[in-house]
């Protein structure tokens, strides 16, 4: 009822405020269009996800909250956003997949779909049953100053995933969960990517992309100043054999990793079980990506793995001042490379395997 309000008043910046107290809320969508040019949503408390899966039985277990077709939407405050996972975690079909009637689906937390010039700020997430944050169909997305946790071994639990959307900049979020800090999906250009601290996690992964032997366009995406911590990746594009399409203009530049599993990796050869699908003709064709000032410890003796399709090589690769040394006293590490085509300059450790 005071979304309705707010979206529908007719004043020119409409507030709604959540009070510091504790709400237990069932899955809701807040729709647009609003009437206001802008709409605010400030949380100040928490907000509660029912503890149950059962609550959501006959509903679509994919979301929780969500804001749908509203432009101009600033969600924002000092509160907290608690997704309750752990009774999805514990029948879930990755860590159960013998379990009687496990899932594979669960709530996203928060979903944005087909907003625009809309932000989030300075929540704090915990315990999402699946992905924490959606971006989908959005252009002009800005995310500020939040932090997102769960543990990490609970499965599925996305920091920030982006897909379908444009021109979206996340800036200044730390994020520990048990899976991608932040991960770029199908049809996405224009991201910008700031000042996160990432761990533990999967890392910052493009991908994965073209699963279903989709057309991909993934372009434009710049990462700059994380700092991951025992991630099981740091840099990561990883796209499905049968996908097509491309991906380029990428950057990932002024990342340092603390004990990283694959600081460094381009998979075009993605499989949900690794080495069981058949190589493939097609692929996405990954070009103009950019590695540079990169430095850090790797928990792996491959630091800089380049997996590239044997029928879609990876071209354009450039790597510029890279030093990444074992977190294992007297380990020496070492790149891997196939069919990935680019250039190295500067200082390059492990030494690189690009062809020219």
């Known amino acids: 009822?005071?979304?309705?309000?707010?979206?529908?008043?007719?004043?020119?910046?409409?507030?709604?405020?959540?009070?510091?107290?504790?709400?237990?809320?069932?899955?809701?969508?807040?729709?647009?269009?609003?009437?206001?040019?802008?709409?605010?949503?400030?949380?100040?408390?928490?907000i509660l996800a029912p503890d149950s899966p059962q609550t959501w039985k006959g509903l679509d277990q994919s979301q929780w909250l969500a804001f749908h077709g509203v432009s101009g939407l600033n969600v924002g405050g000092s509160g907290w956003i608690n997704g309750q996972g752990k009774g999805w975690w514990d029948q879930s079909c990755r860590y159960h997949p013998h379990m009687k009637e496990c899932t594979s689906l669960a709530p996203t937390a928060v979903k944005f779909l087909s907003c625009k010039r809309s932000s989030l700020s300075d929540i704090h997430f915990v315990n999402s049953a699946q992905t924490h944050v959606l971006i989908m169909r959005c252009d002009g997305m800005e995310i500020n100053?939040?932090?997102?946790?769960?543990?990490?071994?609970?499965?599925?639990?996305?920091?920030?995933?982006?897909?379908?959307?444009?021109?979206?900049?996340?800036?200044?979020i730390i994020v520990s969960t048990g899976d991608d800090c932040i991960s770029i999906g199908d049809h996405t250009s224009n991201i910008y990517i700031f000042n996160v601290g990432c761990g533990p996690g999967h890392g910052i992964s493009i991908g994965s992309l073209g699963r279903s032997g989709n057309i991909v366009q993934v372009e434009n995406i710049y990462v700059s100043r994380v700092y991951l911590k025992g991630t099981t990746n740091g840099a990561r594009i990883k796209t499905w054999q049968v996908g097509k399409g491309h991906v380029r203009?990428?950057?990932?530049?002024?990342?340092?990793?603390?004990?990283?599993?694959?600081?460094?990796?381009?998979?075009?050869?993605?499989?949900?079980?690794?080495?069981?699908?058949?190589?493939?003709?097609?692929?996405?064709?990954?070009?103009?990506?950019l590695f540079e000032n990169?430095?850090?410890?790797?928990?792996?003796?491959?630091?800089?793995?380049?997996?590239?399709?044997?029928?879609?090589?990876?071209?354009?690769?450039?790597?510029?001042?890279?030093?990444?040394t074992s977190d294992k006293i007297g380990h020496k590490l070492t790149s891997y490379c196939t069919n990935a085509y680019g250039y190295s300059l500067g200082m390059i450790q492990p030494l690189p395997c690009l062809q020219i």
């Open 1 to 46: 009822m005071a979304w309705n309000e707010a979206c529908s008043s007719e004043t020119e910046n409409p507030t709604l405020i959540i009070p510091r107290l504790t709400f237990l809320v069932s899955p809701v969508v807040f729709r647009g269009p609003c009437k206001a040019k802008n709409i605010n949503f400030l949380i100040l408390g928490m």
């Open 145 to 172: 100053h939040l932090i997102i946790q769960a543990p990490e071994t609970s499965p599925n639990t996305d920091g920030i995933h982006i897909q379908a959307s444009y021109n979206v900049v996340i800036n200044d």
């Open 294 to 324: 990169i430095y850090g410890t790797s928990s792996t003796d491959v630091a800089i793995n380049l997996n590239c399709s044997r029928s879609v090589a990876c071209t354009g690769i450039l790597m510029k001042s890279i030093y990444l």
């Open 249 to 289: 203009g990428v950057t990932f530049e002024n990342l340092y990793f603390d004990s990283v599993k694959n600081p460094i990796i381009i998979d075009q050869n993605y499989c949900n079980i690794r080495g069981a699908c058949k190589e493939q003709k097609t692929g996405v064709q990954i070009s103009d990506v």
